[in-house]
C-alpha cells in the first residue's frame, strides 16, 4: 500500500514547489525528480488543491499532502546472470563488471545488461528508486570497459551518490594500455591546447567534448561547445625498446561519455585495441618483439580497466575504496609485452 505524507511548508521556501517539496518533505528517499512527477500525476494537494506545476509558487506555512503510491513494477526484465558482487547492503550494490556486458538497456542491447542482471540479483531488497522497482544507475562504464561500478538500491542511495557525481568527489581510477608513452619532455605535448603536466610527470588534459559532427556515435574534443572534461594520467609502465607502449593510470576529475578514451587519442596516446578513438598504428615488432606487436594488434577491446572506486556510503557516511585486479586479457597482454 502507499502512504500519505502530510507537512507543511517551512520558513523561506524556494521559489519553485518541487524544490520546496525536495527541501521540506519528511520522506529523505523521495528526490526532486519524483516529487515532480507526483505532482504532474495529481498527487500532490497544497492547501487542499491539486497542483500539478512544479514551477508553482508556494507559500511559508503552506500545508502540503502527497499521496505516495507503491512502487511500479520496471518493464526492464530480471535477467539470471552472474555478477561479481565486490560489495551489498541495503541501499548499494557494487559490482566488477566483465567487458562485453552493456550496462543499461537500450534499442541496440535490449536484454543481457547488467540492470537485467541485478534486478534478478536484488530481486525484493530492491526499493522504489525513481518510483520505480529498479537499480538507480549514477555512472556506467562502456560495453567493452571492464571495472567496478557502483548501483543505488534505494532513492536515498541514489541521491547520495548521484550528489557525489555531480560533485565530482568520487575517486575513480582506470588503468589503460595505451600506444606510445606519455613524457613530459615530448615538445609536441608541451604545445597542444589544452595538455599540460603537474607535479610527479602527471599528464592533465583538460578540454571540452561534444558529439562528433558527422558520426553521433563518437565524442570529439571541441574547445566552444560541449561538457567541461578534464582526465589526469601517470605512467605506470613502460614496454619496448625504445619504449612503444605504456600502461597509464587515469583518474578522472569528470565523467563524459567515452572521456579517457577521446582525450588520450587527442593527446596522441590512443588506447590499444580501441576500435573507435584507438587509430590504425601498427605496433612495432622491432621495439615491442613480435609477441608483444601481436597481442597489441589482436586485442579484441579497448585495454581499459575500472580498477578503483571511492566514495562516500551515502547513508551510513562510511567512506569506502574498492580495487579491482586486471581482467585476464588485459594481464596476458601486459604478460606479451614483457611486463
Known amino acids: 500500500m502507499g502512504e500519505r505524507l502530510a507537512f507543511?511548508?517551512?520558513?523561506?521556501?524556494?521559489?519553485?514547489?518541487?524544490?520546496?517539496?525536495a527541501r521540506d518533505v519528511p520522506d529523505e528517499t523521495l528526490s526532486r525528480s519524483r516529487l515532480a512527477r507526483l505532482i504532474v500525476e495529481g498527487a500532490v494537494r497544497v492547501e487542499g488543491h491539486v497542483q500539478t506545476d512544479p514551477s508553482a509558487p508556494v507559500a511559508e506555512g503552506a500545508r502540503v499532502e502527497i499521496e505516495v503510491g507503491d512502487p511500479e513494477e520496471s518493464h526492464i526484465g530480471a535477467e539470471d546472470i552472474p555478477l561479481a558482487v565486490v560489495w551489498e547492503d541495503a541501499d548499494l550494490i557494487v559490482v566488477d563488471k566483465p567487458a562485453g556486458m552493456v550496462v543499461h538497456p537500450a534499442p541496440g542491447s535490449p536484454?543481457?545488461?547488467?540492470?537485467?542482471?541485478?534486478?534478478?540479483?536484488?530481486?525484493?531488497?530492491?526499493?522504489?528508486?525513481?518510483?520505480?522497482?529498479?537499480?538507480?544507475?549514477?555512472?556506467?562504464?562502456?560495453?567493452?570497459?571492464?571495472?567496478?561500478?557502483?548501483?543505488?538500491?534505494?532513492?536515498?542511495?541514489?541521491?547520495?551518490?548521484?550528489?557525489?557525481?555531480?560533485?565530482?568527489?568520487?575517486?575513480?581510477?582506470?588503468?589503460?594500455?595505451?600506444h606510445g608513452v606519455p613524457d613530459p619532455g615530448d615538445p609536441r605535448l608541451r604545445g597542444l591546447r589544452g595538455v599540460s603536466w603537474e607535479p610527479g610527470a602527471v599528464l592533465r588534459i583538460a578540454t571540452r567534448l561534444d558529439r562528433h559532427r558527422t558520426d553521433r556515435q563518437r565524442q570529439a574534443v571541441t574547445w566552444e561547445v560541449g561538457r567541461h572534461a578534464v582526465t589526469r594520467a601517470r605512467v605506470v609502465e613502460t614496454f619496448g625498446t625504445p619504449p612503444a607502449a605504456a600502461l597509464v593510470d587515469c583518474w578522472l576529475e569528470t565523467g563524459r561519455t567515452h572521456q579517457i578514451r577521446v582525450q588520450m587519442a587527442y593527446a596522441g596516446h590512443g588506447l590499444v585495441g580501441d576500435p573507435v578513438y584507438?587509430?590504425?598504428?601498427?605496433?612495432?615488432?622491432?621495439?615491442?618483439?613480435e609477441a608483444g606487436a601481436e597481442a597489441?594488434?589482436?586485442?579484441?577491446?579497448?585495454?581499459?580497466?575500472?580498477?578503483?572506486?571511492?566514495?562516500?556510503?551515502?547513508?551510513t557516511g562510511e567512506a569506502l575504496r574498492f580495487e579491482s585486479p586486471l581482467p585476464p586479457d588485459m594481464a596476458e597482454l601486459l604478460r606479451a609485452l614483457g611486463g
Open 8 to 21: 507543511e511548508i517551512a520558513a523561506d521556501p524556494p521559489r519553485r514547489l518541487d524544490k520546496a517539496l
Open 111 to 178: 536484454g543481457g545488461t547488467l540492470v537485467n542482471a541485478l534486478i534478478h540479483h536484488c530481486g525484493d531488497s530492491l526499493s522504489g528508486v525513481g518510483g520505480m522497482l529498479r537499480p538507480g544507475i549514477v555512472h556506467r562504464i562502456d560495453k567493452e570497459t571492464s571495472g567496478l561500478l557502483v548501483a543505488a538500491k534505494s532513492d536515498r542511495a541514489h541521491q547520495g551518490l548521484a550528489a557525489q557525481f555531480e560533485a565530482h568527489d568520487v575517486e575513480r581510477h582506470y588503468l589503460a594500455v595505451c
Open 278 to 289: 584507438g587509430g590504425h598504428r601498427r605496433p612495432s615488432a622491432r621495439a615491442l618483439g
Open 296 to 315: 597489441v594488434m589482436g586485442f579484441p577491446r579497448q585495454a581499459l580497466h575500472a580498477a578503483t572506486l571511492g566514495f562516500v556510503h551515502p547513508v
